[in-house]
């Protein structure tokens, strides 16, 4: 015997988001077999704080009732992670769970900016295409190479130590809940040939 389909389906069933998104998401319990007698539609948004935001701008609590309503949008928190959603629909006094729809989170579009040589004095680095609630970790370079003036934050300035190398200046970004690294190759001091005047 085949079985019949699922009363109640979410869609839409996988959701991808770049991280730093802010475009609202709309979520719709699909009444599959046209049950009626329904009452109420509950969702379950995930464990606070879930990334979410309400349509009146409010964090998302981890239930939410939109009674006879069979949508919802949620805005994405930008920076934060969000959870999956599910929904459970009430009809005639028997509750039906729905699907969980999957969220997804891409790594953002992020880069250093700032001179790949370094020959004397300082330079600015940044970090560019943040999103919001986002933090940055710079990774400090041997000191007779360089030197930060600060660690925490963008953007931070790069002062040349007096001693000719490569380094990779490193920034360690947190965004969307996940770490990530970005590199950027500068050459101080020497050669002659990228430093001269």
């Known amino acids: 015997e ?3 389909a699922a009363p109640f389906t979410l869609t839409p069933i996988n959701v991808p988001f770049v991280c730093g998104s802010i475009t609202p998401q709309t979520f719709t319990v699909n009444n599959v077999n046209n049950t009626t007698g329904i009452t109420d539609h509950s969702w379950n948004l995930g ?11 409010n964090p998302a609590p981890q239930t939410y009732s939109t009674g006879t309503v069979n949508t919802l949008t949620l805005t994405p928190l930008c920076g934060a992670s969000q959870s999956n959603i599910s929904a459970s629909v009430i009809a005639n006094s028997t509750t039906y769970n729905t699907n969980t729809s999957a969220i997804s989170i891409t790594q953002p579009s992020i880069s250093i900016s700032g001179n790949g040589t370094l020959c004397s004095g300082s330079a600015v680095y940044s ?3 943040l999103p919001c609630n986002s933090t940055v970790t710079w990774f400090t370079p041997p000191t007779g190479l360089g030197t930060l003036s600060n660690t925490i934050g963008s953007p931070t300035t790069l002062t040349y130590g007096g001693s000719s190398g490569k380094i990779n200046l490193t920034a360690n970004v947190t965004a969307c809940g996940s770490p990530y690294s970005y590199i950027k190759p500068i050459i101080v ?6 430093c001269e005047e």
């Open 2 to 4: 085949i079985p019949p």
């Open 47 to 57: 464990a606070t704080p879930n990334g979410w935001l309400l349509p009146n701008g």
């Open 127 to 129: 970090v560019i295409g």
């Open 189 to 194: 001091g020497t050669p002659a040939t990228l």
